[in-house]
């Protein structure tokens, strides 16, 4: 095994006149890819799949899923969404998520891109699971549901925070980033015409 130096390693670079050869435990400490897709090809650290998409996290980007700080640019370590280019994550995070979710529920934790996502997690070595979605309509409920609250910091609706009406100074507007607040119109001085907010965090 060209990391660990020693005997057995059985997993073989698929680079053609690439000679080196690992064990699968030493691979991420290695930072080599191996796909979990036919025809199931490993890669060592100088041959592996990258990212190519035109992306660099900004200094206050955390990892979408674990909050800790990522590295400052793309790398074995750090991946992004490659059609939102916002979502940041530890290659490490987003292998515990696909295992999670398996193959049917796995998309971008930001966007929530499914297919182009997928694609390219399995393409960097990212195991994914074929799993039939669970049985159980309420597993994932909370996951799926959607924010239904003012967020401001003084809600002015005579009804509370919770009242959501179809048009006027009471329609609630979602963050159109993040998704993850609202906000009633009047409560955030909105224009009639404005068809989209975005919440202080984004």
């Not at 050869?21 to 191996?34: D, I, K, N, R, Y």
């Not at 035109?54 to 899923?65: F, G, H, Q, S, V």
């Not at 597993?139 to 509370?160: F, N, T, V």
């Amino acid at each position: 095994c060209y990391i660990c130096k020693r005997t057995g390693a059985t997993i073989t670079c698929g680079e053609m006149d690439c000679n080196r050869s690992f064990h699968l435990p030493c691979a991420a400490e290695g930072a080599c890819v191996t796909q979990y897709h036919p025809p199931f090809s490993a890669f060592c650290s100088q041959h592996s799949p990258v990212q190519v998409v035109e992306a660099a996290p900004d200094k206050e980007d955390t990892c979408l899923i674990c909050f800790d700080e990522i590295d400052a640019a793309k790398s074995f370590r750090t991946l992004v969404c490659p059609m939102c280019k916002h979502a940041w994550f530890h290659r490490s995070c987003i292998q515990g998520q696909a295992l999670r979710e398996g193959i049917s529920g796995f998309r971008c934790p930001l966007c929530r891109d499914k297919d182009n996502f997928r694609g390219e997690m399995t393409r960097l070595g990212i195991r994914i699971p074929f799993r039939l979605p669970s049985f159980d309509p309420q597993a994932h409920a909370e996951l799926s549901a959607r924010h239904r609250r003012c967020d401001a910091s003084q809600c002015l609706c005579p009804g509370g925070r919770e009242q959501a009406e179809g048009e006027g100074l009471w329609q609630l507007l979602l963050c159109s980033s993040c998704a993850a607040e609202g906000t009633h119109r009047g409560c955030s001085q909105l224009e009639a015409t404005a068809v989209s907010w975005e919440c202080s965090s984004c």
